[in-house]
C-alpha cells in the first residue's frame, strides 16, 4: 500500500458499496434531521437524539472499515483543529461546572456535531457526492418552507402552540420556532444559490430554483431580523469578493471584451444580490410591524440587559467558564434589575444570552471563545481558498456559497444561539466538513525545487 496522505483527489478516491451505504446514510440523516419531530416533547429532543446517536456510529462503523480493508485516510484541514479544540474547551469546562451533567450533555452534542463533520469530510469521495449533499439540504430546507409557509395562511395539522412561544403564522414549521428555522435558512438559502449557479441542465435549473424561491419565502415570513441581518451581511461578502475576483483567461490573451461582458454579468449579479437583501430586511421588519432598533417591542433592550449578565458571569469566570451548559442555572446569582422584576412580575427567565459569543465565554471562559473564534474565521479562510482556486469551474458560486453560509450564521450569532439549535448547529458543522473536503481538492501549493532535483 502507498503512503497515506491528508487529502485524496476524485480521481485517485473510489469507493466500494459499503461507503456507499455510509455515504448516503449520513445523507438521509442529515436530510431528516431538520424534520424531525417527537410531540409533545419539544422538537428538539428528536433532532438532538438523532444527531448524537446516528453519527457517531456511522463514524465509527466508516472508521473500523476504513482500518480493516487499510483504506484510512482521514482528511483534515486548519477547520479540524478549532473543531476539535471545541470540544476540548467544552471538556475543560468541567472545572468550574456547578451541574456537570449538564457539561456532559453538551459534550455529547458537539461529540455527535464533531461526527458529522468528520463524515461530511472524508465521506464525500467526489464533487458529485458534494451536489448530492447539496441536494439534501435544499430538499429538506424547502420541505420544511412549504410547511412553514402553509402556517402564514392558517393551515396547520399540528397544534404547535402547545409547544412554541412563537406564533405559528410565522412558520414555525418542523423547528417549533420562527426564529430556529431562520436559523437554518440563512445558511440553506446561500448553499443552494451556489448549486443553482453550478447547474448545466436548464430543468435542473428550474428544480433548484423552485427549491430557493420557497426557503426564501419561508424565510421572509419568520420575520427574524437578526437571520435577516446574517442574509444580508452574508450576500454583501459575495459581492466584494465577486467584485473583486480577477477573470482567469490564457496567459498573455487580450480578450477586453470578454472581460467587459464579465464584469457587466458581475454588476448585474450585484444588484440582483443587494435587492434580495434589502427585500430580507425589509420583510423581517414588517413581519413583527418593528422600529428600526426594535427599540418599541423591547427586543433590544431584553438582549442588552441579558447580555450584560452574561459578561458579569464572564468577568467572574473569565479562564474557564462556569462550564458548558450551565448558564440557565448560574446565571440568576447574576441578574440586574431588569431580569429580576421579569422573573418576579412574568415568571420568565432567559435561558440563553442570545448572543453565542458571550455565551460561550461565561461558559468556557476565554479559552472557549478564542477556539470559535478561530473555527469561524479559519473557514471563512479556507472556504475563500475554495472560491479563489481555479481548478474546478463549479470553484467559485461553491466557495462564495460557504463564504455567505458561515459569515450568515456567524452575524445571527451575534443577537441569537444558532450553534445550540439542533438544525442550524448540524448544518454548520456539515458546512466546515464541506470545506474541509473542499480543501483536500486544491492542488498542493507549488515549491522550490531542490537542489538535488
Not at 463533520?117 to 429538506?140: H, P, V
Not at 464584469?263 to 428600526?292: N, Q
Request: aromatic letters at 10%.
Amino acid at each position: 500500500m502507498g503512503t497515506k496522505t491528508r487529502s485524496c483527489t476524485d480521481s485517485e478516491s473510489y469507493a466500494t458499496k459499503f461507503d456507499r451505504t455510509i455515504f448516503y446514510l449520513f445523507l438521509a440523516t442529515v436530510v431528516i434531521v431538520p424534520l424531525a419531530l417527537w410531540l409533545p416533547m419539544r422538537p428538539s429532543v428528536a433532532k438532538w437524539y438523532l444527531i448524537r446517536t446516528v453519527f457517531p456510529c456511522l463514524a465509527v462503523v466508516w472508521l473500523v472499515y476504513r482500518t480493516l480493508t487499510d483504506r484510512l485516510v482521514v482528511r483534515w484541514s486548519l477547520v479540524t483543529a478549532f473543531a476539535v479544540a471545541i470540544l476540548g474547551t467544552q471538556c475543560i469546562s468541567l472545572i468550574n461546572a456547578v451541574n456537570p451533567w449538564l457539561t456532559f450533555a453538551e459534550i455529547s452534542n458537539s461529540l455527535g456535531l464533531l461526527a458529522a463533520y468528520f463524515l461530511a469530510a472524508n465521506t464525500i469521495l467526489r464533487a458529485a457526492d458534494r451536489d448530492k449533499l447539496l441536494w439534501g439540504i435544499a430538499i429538506s430546507g424547502s420541505i420544511a418552507a412549504l410547511y412553514g409557509i402553509a402556517q402564514r395562511f392558517g393551515w396547520d395539522f399540528i397544534p404547535w402552540q402547545e409547544v412554541s412561544n412563537t406564533p405559528v403564522e410565522r412558520g414555525v414549521s418542523f423547528f417549533g420556532h420562527a426564529n430556529f428555522a431562520a436559523h437554518f435558512l440563512v445558511a440553506a438559502l446561500p448553499l443552494t444559490a451556489g448549486l443553482l449557479i453550478t447547474r448545466r441542465a436548464t430543468m435542473s435549473r428550474v428544480v433548484v430554483g423552485i427549491l430557493g424561491l420557497l426557503m426564501f419565502g419561508h424565510f421572509a415570513v419568520t420575520g427574524t431580523r437578526g437571520a435577516a441581518l446574517g442574509l444580508s451581511a452574508g450576500i454583501i461578502s459575495v459581492v466584494v469578493v465577486l467584485l473583486g475576483t480577477r477573470e482567469r483567461g490564457e496567459p498573455g490573451s487580450e480578450d477586453s471584451g470578454g472581460k467587459a461582458h464579465a464584469a457587466r454579468w458581475k454588476v448585474a449579479i450585484a444588484a440582483t444580490l443587494a435587492v434580495i437583501a434589502a427585500s430580507a430586511v425589509t420583510a423581517a421588519w414588517r413581519v413583527k410591524d418593528s422600529d428600526i432598533l426594535t427599540v418599541r417591542e423591547g427586543q433590544i433592550v431584553f438582549r442588552l440587559w441579558t447580555w450584560q449578565t452574561g459578561i458579569r458571569v464572564f468577568t467572574q469566570h473569565p479562564i474557564f467558564g462556569i462550564g458548558a451548559g450551565n448558564y440557565e442555572v448560574v446565571s440568576p446569582a447574576y441578574w440586574g434589575d431588569f431580569e429580576i422584576e421579569r422573573f418576579v412580575d412574568d415568571n420568565v427567565m432567559s435561558y440563553r444570552v442570545h448572543n453565542e459569543y458571550i455565551e460561550t465565554a461565561a461558559e468556557q471562559g476565554v479559552i472557549g471563545l478564542a477556539a470559535l473564534s478561530g473555527l469561524i474565521m479559519m473557514a471563512l479562510y479556507e472556504a475563500g481558498r475554495i472560491a479563489r482556486s481555479d481548478t474546478r469551474r463549479e470553484a467559485l458560486p461553491h466557495g462564495l456559497g460557504l463564504i455567505a453560509a458561515v459569515i450568515g450564521i456567524a452575524v445571527d450569532c451575534i443577537v441569537n444561539f444558532d450553534l445550540q439549535t439542533p438544525a442550524s448547529a448540524l448544518l454548520f458543522w456539515v458546512i466546515l466538513g464541506m470545506i474541509t473536503y473542499g480543501m483536500s481538492q486544491l492542488p498542493p501549493e507549488s515549491k522550490e525545487p531542490s537542489p538535488s532535483e
